[in-house]
């Protein structure tokens, strides 16, 4: 006897055709879940760390960019030091060696002006090389590229040497030349006064340079603080 095929229990084609687009769809909906978390994670990690490299990194490049700039174009450094010598040199003529009379006393008022104000009108001069960065500046602040604290710290560092050469040489000629108290302590102390006075107008220089819309407002600005 031949038993009935239509018996058997059999799956319809619909229930197949269900079951083969429903494991696609698992598995583009899995897919999906984890492309979006992945995504979730990415946002996360770029709102709390926007920069590719780290800050120790930024650092680093800025110094390296700082220097190749310098070994580009050495005359601009050379320039600063020799104009430090000059300046030096003609205070220290307009008050060579001052005695202890009235007048003399007098005239070292004017020579702790013109000291100070030296340091303060080399910082105003490198005003518009300020401005010349600021457009790279601000283009890989905004994308991301360097953040604005080492690249600030390290135009500090890179500067550092030439104004420890032009503290020193300016110091060191116009000290000996208008007679000041011949104590090397004393003469230390007064490198030392020149060299912080420079780097005070110097960041102060920088920092408005950046601030301000335009070199004239910067100009204007910077003179009286200053």
């Not at 926007?50 to 310098?70: E, L, N, S, V």
Request: hydrophobic share 45%; aromatic share 16%.
């Amino acid at each position: 006897d031949h038993r009935d095929l239509h018996s058997f229990p059999t799956r319809r084609s619909s229930d197949l055709d269900e079951h083969e687009e429903e494991m696609p769809l698992r598995g583009r909906l899995q897919r999906a879940d984890t492309k979006v978390g992945a995504i979730g994670e990415e946002n996360q990690m770029h709102r709390y760390r926007p920069y590719a490299r780290t800050f120790f990194m930024q650092f680093i490049w800025y110094i390296k960019r700082g220097y190749q700039m310098h070994f580009n174009f050495p005359m601009g450094s050379f320039a600063r030091v020799i104009f430090a010598a000059i300046v030096a040199f003609i205070i220290g003529t307009l008050f060579f060696q001052l005695g202890d009379s009235q007048a003399d006393v007098n005239s070292l008022s004017g020579v702790t002006f013109l000291i100070a104000s030296f340091a303060g009108f080399q910082a105003l001069a490198g005003l518009p090389g300020v401005f010349a960065r600021r457009p790279i500046f601000y283009y890989q602040k905004r994308n991301h590229y360097y953040h604005p604290l080492p690249s600030t710290l390290a135009q500090w560092i890179v500067d550092l040497p030439v104004s420890i050469s032009e503290s020193v040489l300016f110091a060191t000629i116009s000290y000996w030349l208008v007679g000041l108290r011949p104590e090397f302590g004393a003469f230390v102390y007064f490198i030392l006064c020149v060299f912080v006075i420079e780097l005070v107008f110097l960041m102060i220089t920088t920092t408005t340079g950046f601030l301000t819309k335009n070199f004239l407002m910067a100009n204007i600005l910077v003179p009286p603080i200053i």
